[in-house]
């Protein structure tokens, strides 16, 4: 147990019921809930236990929970989709699924009675949600074009699984990783965009080659003979909470391939074992790091691994701008391309969902993506039907060449669906994405992202203009505002985006974002453009 968590008078609530009762128990109890209802459950057990099986309790939608899966690399064959989008359908209206943040799915609607059907269904095609809510690692993210790209350094697809399978023995639960002392979030980059934000998880690797000096194949801890060999540096406690954001900082590692699944392990045991339980809002990888200073985090990591770990390599491989991957582009393999789909917002419906499986199944290989932007690639469509596919009706909503505000667009769940929000979010930022486009014209993308609370689940810090939900006064009355940043920088040399602007409503946020956008993003007014055009 953790050294701040010895004492039960200093754990907070999660550390007791965590204590009276594993997160992990509850898969054994699904079927009794289904027989039980929703109403009569235990609330412990209905408010957080449940979030183990990814299956989360709605406030805001009594008896309508939320299920949220596992997509490690953000990968899903057509047939899984097929089997998501029948499970939403049968919910009609309430049924819908929201592409995440991390490269992952959401559906909406879910009755508990139906759980049991549910998890046979997914266990059926491959599909897990084990693990995906609370103290455990989130979906873990990978390049949404790895094995695709040319240009890529390393695939990550296959690490990333190999990491989920580990922490999640094979998606059935693994109770070594389901008691950790706040939640945990993990990154794999494999080219040279960042397109998984490395510098926003706790544990992130990031590529970087490594001239060598000794023998290779010796462990962790040896030099090499070949030069430059290929690796990765390790970033750890990056993390956005309510009360502190911090970009992960290197913890001094370089790692071959084939060690990131160990040096996984040895973190996640080094943060569950000594990570601080006494105050949630200090409990993230960070604040260990802060206590013990990262040398000695670093030592003790490699206690656990047994082997000393390399020095990083003097720069990581990372020197490109971050593509959104929206578009029709050729993959390194001869006569494929890849689209990427814009999904405003992220949410699909049933019908979607099953047009989408389609797409991929008559143009593709079946594959389906996930974007950490929220949107889709559609991957392996070959030269030949590439025309045929470009007609297809769903590309007239889900576009290839959305606006330039659109195309860039990130909003967490707000109202609707979250009981933290403190605003509307995602038909609010629909809304404005499309008048801010009637009026004005752009040169390039501008990435806006809303996030209806400061947990930044929609991660305002990395947006150009980044818009975090929070309540304001005018007039006399408690009004829907937005807390404004700027100044997220994705990809090369990445950092994050501060506050410049607090509590402006909701209602006037229009005309400010105008401004924004024309002061700082070259935005111009169409009127105005008309103008100059005609001079
Ligand atoms: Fe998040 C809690 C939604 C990505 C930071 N997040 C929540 C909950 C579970 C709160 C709740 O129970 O209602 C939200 C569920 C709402 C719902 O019904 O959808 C929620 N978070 C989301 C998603 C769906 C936003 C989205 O629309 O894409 C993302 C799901 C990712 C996934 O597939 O697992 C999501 N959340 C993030 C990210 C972004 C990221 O990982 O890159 C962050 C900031 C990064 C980080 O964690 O360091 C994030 N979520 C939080 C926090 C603040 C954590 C903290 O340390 O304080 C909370 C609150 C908490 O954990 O106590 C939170
Ligand atoms: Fe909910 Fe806040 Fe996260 Fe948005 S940022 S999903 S409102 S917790």
């Known amino acids: 147990m953790t050294d701040t968590a010895t004492t039960t008078t200093s754990l907070n609530k999660f550390e007791k019921f965590k204590a009276q009762k594993d997160g992990l128990a509850i898969r054994d109890e699904i079927e009794k809930f289904a027989a039980l209802g929703w109403e009569a459950m235990d609330e412990t057990d209905r408010d957080h236990r449940l979030k183990w099986v990814g299956v989360f309790f709605r406030p805001v939608t009594p008896g309508k929970f939320m299920m949220r899966l596992r997509m490690p690399n953000g990968i899903l064959t057509s047939n899984q989709m097929r089997v998501l989008a029948q499970v939403v ?31 046979n269904r997914f266990h059926a095609v491959g599909l897990t949600t084990v693990q995906s ?52 979030n ?9 397109s998984v934000h490395a510098e ?16 290779r194949g010796q462990g962790i801890g040896q030099e090499f003979s070949q030069s430059p060999i290929f690796g990765f540096n390790v970033l750890v406690g990056g993390f956005f909470s309510a009360k502190r954001c911090e970009a992960a900082i290197p913890l001094n590692a370089w790692v071959l391939p084939e060690d990131v699944v160990a040096v996984c392990r040895a973190v996640l045991e080094v943060f569950r074992d000594h990570g601080p339980r006494a105050n949630r809002q200090k409990s993230r990888l960070m604040w260990l790091i802060d206590e013990w200073g990262v040398e000695k985090f670093r030592a003790e990591v490699e206690s656990r691994l047994g082997e000393l770990l390399l020095p990083a390599a003097a720069k990581d491989e990372i020197d490109w701008e971050k593509r959104d991957h929206i578009g029709v582009y050729k993959q390194k393999q001869p006569g494929l391309n890849y689209a990427g789909l814009n999904i405003p917002v992220g949410r699909l419906y049933a019908e979607d969902m099953f047009e989408i499986a389609r797409l991929a199944e008559v143009y593709g290989s079946g594959e389906i993506r996930f974007t950490v932007e929220q949107n889709i690639v559609i991957p392996n469509i070959s030269d030949s ?72 689940c929609g991660q305002p810090q990395v947006a150009d203009i980044g818009l975090m939900g929070t309540k304001t006064r005018k007039n006399g009355k408690t009004l829907e505002g937005v807390d404004i940043y700027m100044g997220g920088k994705v990809g090369k040399d990445a950092h994050l985006g501060t ?4 509590g402006i409503p909701c209602e006037d946020l229009q005309p400010v974002l105008q401004d924004l956008l024309i002061k700082n993003f070259g935005a111009k007014l169409k009127q105005e453009a008309l103008l100059v055009g005609n001079c």
């Not at 309430?94 to 959401?106: E, F, K």
Request: charged share 25%; hydrophobic share 35%; net charge negative.
């Open 385 to 456: 039907r590439l025309a045929t596919f470009l007609t297809e009706s769903l590309l007239e909503r889900f576009s290839i060449d959305p606006g330039l505000l659109t195309r860039s667009l990130v909003s967490c769940t707000g109202a609707q669906f979250c009981n933290f929000a403190l605003i509307e979010t995602k038909n609010r930022a629909l809304a404005m994405i499309k008048a801010l486009e009637e009026d004005l014209t752009f040169t390039n993308p501008v990435r806006i992202h809303w996030t209806g609370c400061p947990n930044s």
């Open 133 to 184: 809510g609370m103290d455990n690692v989130r979906n873990i993210t990978g390049d949404p074009v790895a094995g695709l790209d040319a240009d890529e350094l390393y695939d990550t697809r296959e690490l990333v699984q190999q990491i989920q399978d580990m922490l999640t023995n094979k998606g059935e639960g693994n109770p070594e990783f389901s008691n950790l002392p706040r939640k945990f």
């Open 186 to 194: 993990i990154a794999i980059a494999g080219g040279r965009d960042n």
């Open 499 to 502: 506050c410049v602007t607090k």
């Open 200 to 215: 926003i998880n706790d544990l992130a690797f990031v590529p970087a080659f490594k001239e060598g000096t000794g023998d």
């Open 89 to 119: 359908q049968r919910y009609g209206d309430d049924g819908c699924a929201d592409i995440t943040t991390r490269q992952n799915i959401q559906l909406r609607g879910i009755r508990i009675e139906d759980l049991p059907d549910i998890f």
